[in-house]
């Protein structure tokens, strides 16, 4: 096949593999892994669904490519993102992660993901999981598109609208309706990866397979 003429546009075609994969993901062989084995694959641990709401928030106006190469030193930094040990942080975990040139030094950022984790303990205490929670949200399959349409990109759902909505209800912050949908197309709450794309039918099976929290 030619990418020059064959492959649909949002698409390319790896020459080390061979095979279709999702325009974002050219940049880098831990982007590609990314794409591959994470994105959009249905997530029910919380400590990861935690994480990924954080690092997403981070992400506001950098690029995900940034905060992936990143986020070992976030995972360092944020005691793997462990609600129950981030809760605790103190203006001296502030101090020493604005002093860590391996994550995003910013203030509000920090602050918002020790806010967040008080958020998620009391999610606990009302849904019995942060998890649970969140896939409350998931999109009806009769809203979503069948196949998202190649070279468009979708914007957040109604339902991630709402989400956002609620969650800052609830005290979180840095969770806009953007950063929201992201979050679900990165946990798997929807299956945004393009036609033909090989990750697709993948996550979609991995979907089929997903005992969905209660």
């Known amino acids: 096949m030619s990418e020059t003429t064959s492959v649909p546009a949002g698409l390319f075609l790896h020459e080390d593999d061979g095979v279709l994969r999702c325009q974002w993901c050219r940049a880098s062989p831990e982007y590609r892994r990314y794409h591959d084995e994470e994105w959009g694959f249905p997530v029910t641990d919380e400590r990861r669904l935690f994480e990924k709401i954080c690092l997403e928030g981070f ?21 793997n993102f462990e609600a129950d040990k981030v809760v605790r942080f103190g203006d001296r975990d502030i101090e020493r992660l604005l002093a860590d040139p391996g994550i995003v030094r910013h203030r509000g950022k920090i602050v918002s993901t020790i806010n967040n984790a008080q958020r998620v303990l009391e999610l606990r205490q009302e849904f019995g999981s942060l998890a649970a929670y969140a896939w409350g949200y998931e999109p009806a399959k009769d809203s979503r598109p069948h196949v998202p349409q190649t070279g ?28 929201v949908y992201a979050f679900m197309q990165a946990m798997g709450l929807v299956n945004d990866h393009y036609e033909h794309c090989h990750a697709r039918e993948k996550a979609a099976k991995a979907r089929k397979k997903l005992k969905k929290p209660v």
């Open 152 to 179: 468009v990109v979708l914007g957040p759902s109604a339902e991630a609208v709402a989400m956002s909505k609620d969650l800052k209800k609830r005290g979180w912050t840095f969770v806009g309706p953007t950063t």
């Open 59 to 79: 992400q506001a106006g950098l690029s995900w490519l940034t905060i992936l190469n990143k986020r070992e030193a976030f995972r360092k930094g944020f005691a």
